[in-house]
């Protein structure tokens, strides 16, 4: 799996990819892949950047959902759509149209859209 929520993670903390791989002493071609979404870490790699941006692994993979107890979806719903503009600018064109491809297929599926899951 892809970590798709990498960057924008990344950019929060205020570091550029360089200043992140020098700090986590790896590469700097690997932590681009990462972001580039052309790698995937291992799993104590994924460890290791959840605790070093102080973030959850489900984070860094996109999954990220609102705290409980708030009601705040517009921030939420923002760092999704974040997320997956993120990951489209990281593909090529074959990605983009494979993208857009699966998301005409999860808008026929009623449960997924606005007026279901409200």
């Known amino acids: 799996m892809r970590l798709i929520g990498l960057k924008g993670i990344r950019k929060a903390s205020g570091r550029t990819q360089i200043q992140a791989a020098r700090e986590l002493s790896i590469p700097i071609d690997t932590y681009r892949g990462w972001e580039q979404l052309k790698s995937s ?3 104590t ?5 959840a605790d070093f941006f102080g973030c959850s692994s489900d984070s860094l993979y996109g999954r990220t ?3 409980q107890g708030t009601d705040d979806r517009n921030e939420f719903t923002d760092q999704n759509k974040k997320i997956v503009f993120e990951a ?3 593909m090529n064109d074959e ?3 494979e993208l857009v491809r699966h998301l005409e297929i999860l808008l026929q599926v009623p449960k997924y859209t606005e007026e279901e899951s409200d």
């Not at 790699?45 to 950047?49: K, P, T, V």
């Open 88 to 90: 489209y600018d990281a």
């Open 41 to 43: 870490p291992r799993a």
């Open 45 to 49: 790699e994924i460890n290791m950047l």
């Open 65 to 67: 959902t609102p705290q």
């Open 95 to 97: 990605g983009r149209a």
